[in-house]
């Protein structure tokens, strides 16, 4: 049986919980299958050593089958331009792994109250594609600040860069069983295309690669109206593609319809390499006290398993993820025990021992 290395790196607030509680959940799912190997990042270690990405770890990630990540980045912990020095951690291993889908499910559990009245488990399933290598990212550490008076950040776009992450967003829609509403496979593009050029480019080259997928249906929708229609009709969405930063913004939005970032994942992936993490940050003012909910970075290990499973073949691992998927639901459904962030008392490590539990059910 194939067996998997894979990098963890805690990183900082409630990081190091919630990392842990996943490999102890991703143990108890895949046995042996998967060796971990522990790496340093994030704001606390540049503090100690001035390197928020130390290049052994870099080494690592790039060498490992897989990178499991807590989350990193810490209040006050910032560069002279007033930007985030955790945020590197994500950002450089995002740039130099290339990255460039970030994929974050948009799905309603069982046992899960979403704040949208109304709306059901299996009514609200869609995927956020961000793309994640480009945009208005690209400018990280390249703005220009003029004597205080002016500052500016430049958004890129190339036809690589959208090329890819569209034709990525179609292959994912042709995987999936389609929107809710109607089941039927499509493709969301959200830009700003009336207004800027990138975003017009944007769309004329996801629409240039939409030819190819005579399968999947595309639409579009401005980054400002898809806002509202992703709290009015959330049924209609099976994937959504979108620039960097939209993705980043939007997909905080859906993951509140859903319950919020402690039960979000997300899954970093390139050609060669993926980032597994829940999409919530560090939380600082609860780490420490067995309080963070772990379910986020365990739904994301699921990804991480679903993803090896596909570039590997390895229906066991996907048998796995599968597992994972289920035993999370069931014990959200089941209602006893229930992490803070959704109304319940349960501990990082109730939640864990549960979720374990029910993997051995
Ligand atoms: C996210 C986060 C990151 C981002 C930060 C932590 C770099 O908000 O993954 O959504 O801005 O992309
Ligand atoms: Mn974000």
Redesign the pocket.
């Known amino acids: 049986m194939r067996t998997y290395d894979i990098v963890t790196i805690d990183g900082d607030g409630i990081g190091p919980e919630v990392c842990q509680s996943a490999i102890t959940v991703l143990r108890e799912a895949c046995g042996e299958r998967l060796r971990f190997t522990a790496a340093e990042g994030g704001a606390a270690h540049h503090l100690k050593t001035g390197a928020v990405l130390p290049d052994d770890t870099f080494a690592a990630c790039r060498d490992a089958h897989a990178i499991l990540h807590g ?3 810490l209040p006050g912990v910032t560069y002279p331009d007033g930007t ?1 020095v ?6 450089r291993l ?1 740039f130099r792994l290339d990255l460039y889908a ?1 994929v ?1 499910p948009i799905r309603l559990l069982r046992g899960v109250t979403s704040p949208l009245a109304g709306w059901q488990p299996g009514q609200i399933d869609y995927v956020i594609v ?1 793309e ?1 290598t480009e945009g208005l ?1 690209a400018s990280r550490g390249a703005g220009i600040n003029l004597r205080g008076e002016v500052a500016t950040d430049t958004l890129v776009m190339t036809r690589k860069g959208v090329e890819r992450v569209a034709r990525f967003s179609f292959e994912l829609a042709r995987r999936r069983q389609g929107a809710p509403r109607d089941g039927r496979r499509r493709v969301t593009v959200c830009d700003k295309a009336n207004i800027l050029r990138s975003y017009a480019f944007f769309r004329a080259v996801c629409d240039e690669v939409a030819a190819g997928y005579p399968d999947v249906e595309i639409d579009h929708a401005y980054a400002d109206a898809i806002t509202v229609h992703m709290l009015k009709k959330p049924d209609c969405y099976d994937v959504i593609v979108a620039e ?1 930063m939209f ?2 913004i939007l ?2 939005l859906g993951a509140g319809t859903v319950g919020g970032l402690g039960i979000a994942p ?1 899954a ?1 992936v390139g050609d060669a390499h993926g980032l597994f ?1 829940g ?1 919530h ?1 560090s939380a600082p003012d609860i780490a420490g006290q067995n309080l963070a909910s772990p379910v986020a970075t365990i739904l994301s290990g699921a990804l991480m398993l679903h993803w090896l499973a596909d570039r590997h073949d390895d229906a066991d691992l996907r048998a796995a993820g599968e597992r994972v998927d289920r035993a999370v639901e069931a014990v959200l459904a089941a209602g006893h025990t229930v992490p803070r962030d959704l109304g319940g008392n349960a501990s990082c490590s109730a939640m864990t021992e549960a979720v374990c539990r029910q993997l051995g059910a």
Do not use: K, P
């Open positions: 989350a990193a980045g985030e955790g945020n590197d951690l994500h950002l995002r970030n974050r961000r994640n990212y960097n993705g980043d997909s905080d997300s970093e993490q999409a940050g």
